[in-house]
T-cell receptor, first 114, second 112 residues
Framework: EAQVTQNPRYLITVTGKKLTVTCSQN?????MSWYRQDPGLGLRQIYY???????DKGDVPEGYKVSRKEKRNFPLILESPSPNQTSLYFC?????????????FGSGTRLTVV | KNQVEQSPQSLIILEGKNCTLQ??????????LRWYKQDTGRGPVSLTI?????NTKSNGRYTATLDADTKQSSLHITASQLSDSASYIC???????????FGRGTSLIVHP
């Protein structure tokens, strides 16, 4: 089944403890991206990647890192999480950057930083 | 700055009724417009995708329209069902890098 898989689904952590949220897609998509979703604000792009070893900042990149060493994986790294990063996170992929074929989203990761 | 505005913010309708959701955008140049359905706590799922040359696209009981001149789109839901209760998000891509701009969504509740 074609899908985007995120792990974990739920995560509670403490301020300053490094964490990684994994994202993997099995559709050979070139484009992958991360979003956070907060009440009343909608989805906001954190980082995106047009292909292997090519990443760029979205609208809200502060406090996050990403890497794209393989086409299928696009992990989101929080080096020193803070409470304002408590949010619902989504990874998405698309065949191309244009989005003309739509995005496939993962099921989400609900992160709580205390 | 690119913006996508959706209205209404929330909507309550009775099962079986029709409804129309609106999306206005300022993204330029325009590449495509997509409507997504998002169930609570789940990832958005694509309903329709329209490029500049398309002005209507249907997916079952969902019909999206696009007026590229006025930069407006609508999503019409026919004969609503309880399972239509969700947030509907309009996403417009264009400009340098085709970075998507997301609307904040319309929350639809369908009552029996």
């Amino acid at each position: 089944e074609a899908q985007v898989t995120q792990n974990p689904r739920y995560l509670i952590t403490v301020t300053g403890k490094k964490l990684t949220v994994t994202c993997s897609q099995n559709m050979n998509h070139e484009y992958m991206s991360w979003y956070r979703q907060d009440p009343g604000l909608g989805l906001r792009q954190i980082y995106y990647s047009m292909n292997v070893e090519v990443t760029d900042k979205g609208d809200v990149p502060e406090g996050y890192k990403v890497s794209r060493k393989e086409k299928r994986n696009f992990p989101l790294i929080l080096e020193s999480p803070s409470p304002n990063q408590t949010s619902l996170y989504f990874c998405a992929s698309s065949p191309t950057q244009t989005g003309n074929y739509g995005y496939t989203f993962g099921s989400g990761t609900r992160l709580t930083v205390v | 700055k690119n913006q996508v505005e959706q209205s209404p913010q929330s909507l309550i309708i009775l099962e079986g009724k029709n409804c129309t959701l609106q999306c206005n955008y300022t993204v330029s140049p325009f590449s495509n417009l997509r409507w997504y359905k998002q169930d609570t706590g789940r990832g958005p799922v694509s309903l329709t995708i329209m490029t500049f040359s398309e002005n209507t696209k249907s997916n079952g009981r969902y019909t999206a329209t696009l007026d590229a001149d006025t930069k407006q789109s609508s999503l019409h839901i026919t004969a609503s069902q309880l399972s239509d209760s969700a947030s509907y998000i309009c996403v417009v891509s264009g400009g340098v890098g085709y970075i998507p701009t997301f609307g904040r969504g319309t929350s639809l509740i369908v009552h029996p």
